[in-house]
């Protein structure tokens, strides 16, 4: 069973739209942590966020905000005010306290376009 | 600068060579990994390395060998054996081994392309 799900496949917004990404998790540990990465085009992957299972308290950075939601199993993403430069793929991740690996769901692919 | 360095960044190799792929960290990381990246799978976990000397099967290890002699150094060695070894391979390290906070810092990634 996929442990880390992102439905969404591909989004395109224009330019100074909003945009959620959406990511769903499996897990039974209490204790464990999600990130959230962005994939430009050059391949790198950068990490952008971890959150860990007891703080539900969502963050906001410039203009993104995530919003950790135990109740659903939710970890999503909000870019607000999109701007070109965040055309990427954008990739959740779930690591388990009780493992030793990340676990990592298809990616969105987000394109803005100006 | 500290970071992961992978090369080289493009790799083509004819059907049944071996290949290696570098992967050199200057962080001081304990923990190494490698993943393979294909369109529309997300990353999957070959292998990693929690300690010099040490490293353990992820989800598709078949085909695939790798070493960890230094701390700094992770080689990934794809066999004859992968039938599909096409793919975007990526590097990756973390802080401490066996947490599961620290955050993977990646690599630029190596495409191979297998003619």
């Known amino acids: 069973a996929q442990k880390v799900t992102q439905a969404q496949t591909e989004i395109s917004v224009v330019e100074k739209e909003d945009v959620t990404l959406d990511c769903v998790y499996e897990?039974?540990?209490?204790?464990?942590?999600l990130f959230w990465y962005k994939q430009p085009p050059s391949g790198e992957l950068v990490f952008l966020i971890r959150?860990?299972?007891?703080?539900?308290q969502n963050e906001i950075s410039g203009r993104y905000s995530w919003n950790f939601q135990k109740s659903t199993s939710s970890f999503n993403f909000t870019i607000t005010a999109s701007q070109v430069v965040d055309s990427a793929v954008y990739f959740c991740?779930?690591?388990?306290?009780?493992?030793?690996?990340?676990?990592f769901g298809t990616g969105t692919s987000l394109t803005v376009i100006p | 600068d500290g970071g992961i360095t992978q090369s080289p960044k493009y790799l083509f190799r004819k059907e049944g060579q071996n290949v290696t792929l570098s992967c050199e960290q200057n962080?001081?990381?304990?923990?190494m990994y490698w993943y393979r990246q294909d369109p529309g799978q997300g990353l999957r976990l070959i292998y990693y390395s929690q300690i010099v000397n040490d490293f353990q099967k992820g989800d598709i290890a078949e085909g695939y060998s790798v070493s960890r002699e230094k701390k700094e150094s992770f080689p990934l060695t794809v066999t004859s054996a992968q039938k599909n070894p096409t793919a975007f391979y990526l590097c990756?390290?973390?802080?401490?081994?066996?947490?599961?906070?620290?955050?993977?810092?990646f690599g630029p990634g190596t495409r191979l392309t297998v003619l």
């Open positions: 990756a390290s973390s802080q401490t081994a066996g947490s599961s906070y620290n955050e993977q810092f």
């Open positions: 897990t039974r540990d209490t204790t464990y942590y």
């Open positions: 991740a779930l690591s388990e306290a009780s493992g030793n690996q990340f676990y």
């Open positions: 959150r860990n299972s007891f703080d539900e």
């Open positions: 962080l001081n990381h304990d923990a």
